[in-house]
């Protein structure tokens, strides 16, 4: 049980990019997370918990001068600034007091104002969903508990490339610094 005062539910990327079938880095287990992903969203909305986005966003000129660390090396271009590819899909229920963080790495706390957001408002559990499992779910959990938040990820909404890949960050979180759930067993009191 969840109380939804110190609660959010944080939806890590679920944007055209990952997961509709247009996007440049589309995984089809990423478009299968969304109705488990809105659900859980709903049924933080229907309780008052707090509801958090994420959006990978990379202005095209990020990596230029990196020495080492390049997205785009790694996974080609992907959810570019100014593209479609960098919003939200349309399933899910965002709302006007939800939270929206534009991130531009895996880690969605990484020099952004998500930390100073959830202390403001209280939070200390986190319901982690999204995509993809093994990178940016894997590292915003992992940042979320050195930071003393609780995360917990919901594993039936989280999406991925290989099965095996979610495999492993699940039980990675599990064991090092989180907690997982499925969606049937999130309540809220």
Avoid at 95 to 121: C, I, M, P, S
């Amino acid at each position: 049980m969840y109380d939804p005062n110190r609660t959010a539910v944080i939806v890590v990327d679920m944007q055209n990019g990952f997961c509709h079938t247009d996007g440049s880095l589309y995984a089809p287990a990423s478009e299968d997370a969304i109705d488990p992903a809105s659900t859980l969203v709903d049924r933080a909305h229907d309780a008052g918990a707090h509801v958090v986005y994420t959006r990978d966003v990379h202005p095209p000129e990020q990596f230029e001068k990196n020495q080492y660390y390049d997205e785009f090396d790694r996974w080609g271009e992907h959810v570019v600034e100014g593209t479609w590819e960098t919003e939200l899909v349309s399933e899910l229920d965002v709302r006007e007091n939800d939270h929206v963080v534009t991130k531009h790495t895996y880690d969605a706390f990484y020099q952004t104002e998500l930390e100073g957001w959830l202390n403001a408002h209280g939070v200390k559990d986190l319901l982690i969903c999204g995509t993809l499992a093994n990178v940016c779910v894997l590292h915003t959990a992992g940042s979320a508990g050195l930071r003393d938040f609780r995360p917990v990820l919901v594993t039936d909404a989280i999406g991925h490339i290989e099965e095996a890949h979610k495999e492993y960050a699940v039980d990675h979180a599990d064991w090092l610094f989180g907690e997982t759930t499925t969606l049937g067993e999130v309540t809220f009191v």
